[in-house]
């Protein structure tokens, strides 16, 4: 048995209600580690080019890493991928919680979904024991509302991951629900889940992970943990979480504010994290292994709802980019969006969207039912995200995304339509910041941040600049970070509590046995981010360069407000991004990976 | 009269003066303070004082123990 996996591969296939239990192919172990790499890998080889992603070719992945499970700080990440309904491309995002880890002990790595139930279903797995079961009752329900029913009637052992109206209804930026508030959010995942009536998750298992060299991982393990406790921004972070963020960008001029019109939200006072902290939290909530506890539970006593965070993304959706200031509006729009199942991001970005287009008048009453849609009316923004969840009225075309949404609306609208590749922006306006947008145009599943936080190069070397070192950072963030996706484990402690690199190396020898250096790791993560990118060519018709862009407002319109007003990065500093990115890859001027490049890395199996 | 505690973190440590915690004078505002030191405003990303966040515009008082925390390169 393979040392730090839980040794098999579940693939249930929902229209036939089959489940087959496989080994985990040690070679795909060996290649693709695990997480993000199984699932890159998976995708490629297993979904046809073409394929319907809300049918039944369409595959939904949920992977565990090597390190998932054992005891190194944050080994909590479970990954959900499938081919993207939002962008038609490659789709990967992950959660943190307890999922993983459960599926580990019950001794599996790999849940491969295929096909259509013809009516709600949920998968039941116990250890050796793996069904298919009727969620009839619970369709129509809400994720928080059905993990709480489920636990109860399967016990609080079992580790739940659901998905509510929002996935069921087809959403394109519907996420999947886990831990009563942690969500794998983004490129539509959860309106995958929803097409093959897939209503939940539910595993609980008692087995052992095989550890290499049980002496020296526990060392490491221990090793690392004291050195998370020992940090200096432990205890920042452990007070503030993410939304301690809040003000330091706003203050770079960072924080999306009016549909990303700036990125300076003058109201910022009420929304940061130490209000938050002050005001509505009531505990600290962690995941796997964690010795940070950087989610916040909170209470709105306005609202009487509990929620988890909100966190620095959903503050700036939820709040800041559509003016809204009251620290307890955004717990319950956040809250809202938690219970239905769709993504923070992608709901406070379309919704803002559709705002500015109120307020320009390319939409008016009649498209919105009488429905007023301005910046900061809290109401507007419960209101729409129960219509784009239901797909009520206007939420039906905004349930389809901002880039279809402008489609719709007409006019300029599509100048202001935050989004790459069809999935929209997330919470770091970049007009002053290159490296962070080269960042956003270059993310593999679209207008993503967590793929590589490069704002931090643009602050270190010249908010200005357009150089080679930022595109080379950009791309070994790109290795990195995703790294830590293909491990099943945070890269927060790292980025945020300064955790050395050092570490990984050495615990994936003692956990698997096998001998593998850091540039070794990273290899195998360049290998998964030059077929995600292959996986892009494949499927989206014409795809090369003009999918890398950004939207026009970030090189045409100058930052009208805030410490980087008159900012904004030009169109030819866009192509000279994008020139040095894709020769520094070995990829063609077109932003296609090279057949030596492939060759490289040992992707000899995709096609060019 | 220096009576603020001041404590520089992980990687302004490298950018300011090597003695670490400093002591400087309440009445004048963060934002001064961090210019003072040489340091660039933008590296640094949380302000704590006694235990809260605050906006480098918060004036010091007397006896107030302040950290600046860097964002953390590479992140």
Redesign the interface.
């Known amino acids: 048995m393979l040392s730090g996996y839980g040794g098999q591969v579940l693939r249930v296939n929902l229209t036939d209600r089959t489940i087959e239990k496989t080994e985990l192919d040690p070679e795909l172990a060996k290649d693709y580690l695990g997480g993000r790499g199984f699932a890159a890998k998976i995708l490629y080889s297993e979904v046809e080019k073409g394929a319907d992603p809300l049918g039944g070719g369409n595959k939904l992945i949920v992977a565990a890493g090597p390190l998932s499970g054992l005891l190194i700080p944050g080994a909590g990440k479970t990954t959900f991928a499938a081919k993207s309904p939002a962008t038609g491309g490659y789709a990967d995002s992950n959660m943190g919680g307890l999922l993983c880890a459960e599926m580990k002990y019950a001794g599996y790595d790999l849940i491969i979904f295929e096909g259509i139930s013809s009516e709600p279903a949920y998968l039941f797995i116990d250890d050796d024991t793996a069904e298919l079961r009727d969620a009839k009752p619970y369709w129509g329900q809400g994720c928080i509302t059905v993990e709480t029913a489920l636990k109860k009637e399967l016990g609080e052992d079992f580790q739940i991951a659901t998905v509510g109206p929002g996935g069921e209804n087809l959403v394109k930026f519907a996420c999947i629900s886990h831990d009563f508030g942690r969500q794998a959010g983004r490129a539509g995942v959860g309106a995958v889940m929803g097409s093959k009536k897939l209503k939940a998750i539910a595993v609980h298992g008692t087995k052992d992970i095989p550890v290499a060299d049980m002496e020296e991982f526990r060392r490491i393990g221990r090793e690392m943990y004291d050195y998370c406790r020992a940090s200096?921004?432990w205890?920042?972070w452990y007070?503030?979480g993410t939304a301690?963020?809040n003000?330091?960008s706003n203050?770079?001029g960072s924080f999306p504010t009016r549909n990303f019109q700036s990125g300076y939200f003058e109201e910022i006072?009420t929304l940061?994290?130490?209000v938050m902290r002050e005001t509505i939290v009531i505990t600290d909530k962690a995941c796997f292994a964690c010795p940070c506890a950087c989610g916040k539970y909170s209470y709105s006593k306005k609202w009487d709802i509990h929620v988890e965070g909100p966190e620095y993304e959903t503050t700036a959706f939820l709040g800041a980019n559509v003016a809204v200031s009251d620290i307890e509006d955004v717990a319950y729009a956040n809250h809202l969006c938690d219970e239905l199942g769709i993504d923070t991001i992608s709901a406070g970005n379309v919704i803002a969207f559709a705002m500015e287009c109120f307020e320009r008048g390319i939409i008016t009453g009649e498209d919105t039912r009488g429905l007023g849609l301005s910046f900061g009316d809290s109401e507007a923004v419960f209101e729409l995200i129960e219509k784009i969840a239901r797909r009520e009225g206007i939420g039906d075309v905004l349930a389809e995304g901002v880039k279809h949404a402008a489609e719709v609306f007409g006019g300029d609208s599509a100048d202001f339509a935050m989004h790459i590749k069809g999935l929209e922006i997330s919470g770091y306006e970049s007009r002053n910041a290159p490296a962070m947008m080269l960042a956003y145009m270059t993310a593999d599943v679209g207008g993503h941040h967590n793929r590589a936080?490069a704002?931090?190069?643009d602050?270190?070397v010249g908010r200005d600049a357009i150089t080679e070192y930022k595109a080379a950072?950009v791309i070994e963030?790109q290795h990195?970070r995703p790294l830590m996706d293909c491990l099943g484990a945070c890269r927060l402690q790292?980025?945020?509590l300064?955790m050395p690199l050092d570490y990984y190396a050495p615990a994936m020898k003692a956990i698997t046995g096998l001998d593998r250096s850091w540039e070794d790791l990273l290899h195998i993560s360049e290998r998964v981010w030059n077929l995600t990118r292959a996986f892009w060519a494949r499927e989206v018709e014409g795809f090369g360069r003009e999918w890398d862009y950004p939207p026009p407002r970030w090189y045409t319109e100058p930052v009208p407000t805030g410490p980087t007003k008159g900012k904004f990065v030009a169109r030819e500093d866009v192509e000279k991004l994008l020139d040095m990115y894709y020769n520094q890859r070995g990829w063609d001027t077109n932003g296609i990976p090279s057949r030596e490049k492939l060759e490289e890395l040992g992707l000899d199996f995709v096609a060019t | 009269m220096n009576n603020v505690q001041l404590t520089l973190v992980g990687l302004l440590k490298k950018c300011g003066p090597a003695q670490s915690p400093l002591s400087v004078e309440s009445g004048r505002t963060v934002m001064e303070v961090i210019t003072d030191l040489g340091l660039d405003p933008d590296l640094v990303a949380i302000v704590m004082v006694n235990g809260r966040q605050e906006f480098k515009s918060y004036r010091l008082q007397e006896g107030d123990n302040v950290k600046l925390v860097p964002m953390v390169g590479g992140g």
Request: glycine share 14%; net charge negative.
């Open positions: 200096d921004g205890e920042v007070r503030l301690g963020v003000v330091p203050e770079w006072e940061t994290g130490e936080w704002i931090t190069y602050i270190e950072q963030l990195v790292w980025v945020e300064g």
